[in-house]
């Protein structure tokens, strides 16, 4: 005998995604805020500017600005697991070091005018013509130590994995799909006035990650292409890069 279920009283099937479940998760915003607040500071700097404060006066945003994001990520970093365990291997490391210096010299060479968008006033530490250390150190400190890790938990451990799950944490890095892999890396190029280059690292640091499986690869040829970098703007001068 066939058995049929009552439609008033049988289980209606759960939906994929839920109308009341918010768009991003805690461990979503732990990650989003921190480079929400490095964008803001940007944004604010731009229109600061356009009220008529010289560009020179405004070099104070960037410590307030690394401040505000070093606070964010010390406040939420016990839910960075990605960076809670093991460190790389040391052959990992001498490849993750490799690949930042690599991703330098590409990122100095590929300025070309169809490779860029918009134009960049640079950050010019000198002051009446001398150049101020303690703004160079700073600015080197922040773009080393504390834009790796904030720019590398967005766009690489976040945005990367969230695009093929919304449960990103879970999904390992070797197994990120092709659209999460092209639209983390081409947003994180466009973030960039050196478009171009910002796409060429974004590649690499991707693949860092997903081949070590640990985020701290990326992180740290993130933090030698930015502090060689910064090495490289002083000896020369070009602050453009900056």
């Known amino acids: 005998?066939?058995?049929?279920?009552?439609?008033?009283?049988?289980?209606?099937?759960?939906?994929?995604?839920?109308v009341d479940?918010?768009?991003?998760?805690?461990?979503?915003?732990?990650?989003?805020?921190?480079?929400?607040?490095?964008?803001?500071?940007i944004i604010l700097g731009d229109m600061l500017e356009r009220t008529?404060?010289?560009?020179?006066?405004?070099?104070w945003l960037y410590p307030v600005q690394i401040g505000a994001v070093a606070l964010l990520l010390a406040y939420n970093w016990r839910g960075y697991h990605e960076l809670r365990g093991p460190l790389p291997?040391?052959?990992?490391?001498?490849?993750s070091?490799?690949?930042?210096?690599?991703?330098?010299?590409?990122?100095?060479?590929?300025?070309?005018?169809?490779?860029?968008?918009?134009?960049?006033?640079?950050?010019?530490?000198?002051?009446?013509?001398?150049?101020?250390?303690?703004?160079?150190?700073i600015r080197?400190?922040?773009?080393?130590?504390?834009?790796?890790?904030?720019e590398e938990l967005f766009w690489r451990s976040f945005v990367m994995r969230w695009v093929d799950s919304a449960d990103f944490e879970a999904l390992e890095p070797a197994r990120v799909g092709i659209k999460g892999?092209?639209?983390?890396?081409?947003?994180?190029?466009?973030?960039?006035?050196?478009?171009?280059?910002?796409?060429?690292?974004g590649v690499a640091y991707s693949l860092l990650y997903m081949r070590h499986r640990n985020l701290w690869s990326a992180v740290l040829a993130h933090a030698v292409t930015n502090g060689l970098l910064g090495v490289w703007v002083v000896a020369t001068g070009s602050w453009a890069f900056w």
């Open 89 to 95: 291997s040391v052959r990992q490391m001498l490849v």
């Open 140 to 150: 080197i400190a922040g773009a080393a130590l504390v834009v790796p890790v904030m």
């Open 181 to 201: 892999f092209l639209v983390s890396v081409v947003l994180f190029g466009f973030e960039h006035n050196l478009w171009l280059a910002g796409i060429v690292a």
């Open 97 to 137: 070091l490799a690949v930042g210096v690599l991703v330098l010299v590409l990122w100095i060479n590929l300025d070309a005018p169809w490779m860029t968008v918009g134009s960049s006033p640079g950050y010019d530490p000198r002051r009446n013509g001398e150049l101020d250390w303690v703004l160079i150190v």
């Open 21 to 41: 479940a918010p768009l991003f998760s805690r461990a979503a915003w732990a990650r989003i805020l921190p480079f929400g607040a490095y964008i803001f500071f």
């Open 52 to 59: 008529g404060i010289a560009r020179a006066d405004l070099r």
């Open 1 to 18: 005998m066939t058995e049929h279920n009552d439609p008033r009283t049988a289980p209606s099937a759960s939906p994929a995604f839920s």
